[in-house]
Each structure stands twice: as C-alpha cells, then as structure tokens.
C-alpha cells in the first residue's frame, strides 16, 4: 500500500475490495458484519486517498496504480485554516425570503446565521429553504430564525482540524458544508464563523495532489 497508515478495518476492507471488486459498499458492510453507514467514513477516506475507486451502480474496485501514483501523506496533514472559503453569512433577524435571494446571489449550498454579536447561531440549507418556501407566502415575514438549524446541533470545524478530519465529518454527517470556527475566549461556548470548508474544497485540493503526483 501507500504510505497511507490504515486503521485495521480499513486494511480489511482494501482487502475485501482487492479479492472481490468490483463490490458494493452493502456487500463490504455485510462481510464485515458492519452496517454501511459505520463504513462510510472508512470508504469515503480509501476512495479520498486513491486506494479505492468508486463507481455508480457498480460498486468499488482496487485502484492498482495507487501505489505507484499516489502517497497521500502530505494531504492527510493538510489543515482546514490553509484551505478555508470565505462564509456566506445572513443576520438571524432576516427573512427566508433574504436568504433565498442570497443563496442564489452567492450560489451556496449553506448559509451560516450570526446573531446580534456576529457569533454563530444557526445553519440553514437549500433542503430548510425549500421547506420554508412549499405553501408558505409569507416568506418576507419569516424569520430564519424559525427554520434553521440552532446551537448545539451544528456540526462544525476549527481551523486546526485536518481536511481528513473534516472530510469524515462531512461524510458521516451527510452534509455538504462545515463553517469553520473560532471558539471566542470571552464568551463560553460561542464561536466566531471565519470560513467554511466543502466537499467541492477537499475533492479539488485531492485532484491538485493526485494530479501532481502522477505527472
């Protein structure tokens, strides 16, 4: 393998995939007596690092020239704080109907709700919008304050966590986007939003480092 350092279980399922790929991720689950949302993270880091590929309605193969093309050590120590994006933010005192038009201003997946003190009070995505939006007409007197997802359900990233970390948090969480945090020293377990991290990020920083490798 690459320099990579597998998990026991991760080394199990490569080699699952080694001997019956292609495989389906039920199929992996099923011969290790595991359920196959306890393996997505593990599947989503093997695919990330280039041991595994992925196919739609196929299942998942060995990538035989990953040893030879790709070591990803160096992205494994990869921080979030280099990788950040600036976040789109909207105040908790404004509209549904504002943070649609922002949304699609911007052309996000999430927005991150700030209170009073610019402190992170709520997430809210496309699904919340579309929710908020399907029979409701009033959306300009709809605070997002009443449909976005509050403190202390919200996932979230410091900037010192690596973009593995984040990717697993991604994957498990089935979310497309962490804001990236900064606990504030004055005010207990309240953070200041100063980025985010996405799925689009980390697969682009991946490609970057795939692509370099096999030149």
Known sequence: MSSIKLTKRQEEIVQIVKEDGPITGE?????????????????AILTMAGSLE????????????????????????????????????????????DAIVQMFLEDVGTLYVVDSESCLAGVISRKDLLRAAIGNKNLEDLPVSVIMTRMPNII???????????????????????????????????????????????????LEIAEQKSV
Not at 27 to 43: F, H, S, V
Not at 61 to 69: A, G, M, Q, T, V
Not at 177 to 194: A, D, F, G, Q, T
């Open 27 to 43: 199929q992996i689950a099923e011969k290790l007596k595991l359920t196959r949302a306890t393996l997505r993270p593990d599947l």
């Open 54 to 97: 992925a196919r739609p309605r196929v299942g998942y193969f060995f990538n035989k020239d990953s040893e030879r093309l790709f070591e990803p050590t160096e992205f494994l120590n990869l921080k979030v704080n280099d990788y950040k994006g600036h976040p789109i933010v909207v105040q908790k005192s404004s509209s549904v109907y």
């Open 156 to 206: 979230k990233v410091n900037p010192e966590e690596t973009l593995v970390q984040a990717a697993k948090k991604l994957v498990t969480n089935r979310i497309d986007s962490l804001p990236v945090v900064r606990e504030l020293k004055h005010k207990p377990n309240s953070y200041e939003v100063i980025g985010r991290i996405t799925k689009t990020t980390i697969t682009k920083v991946y």
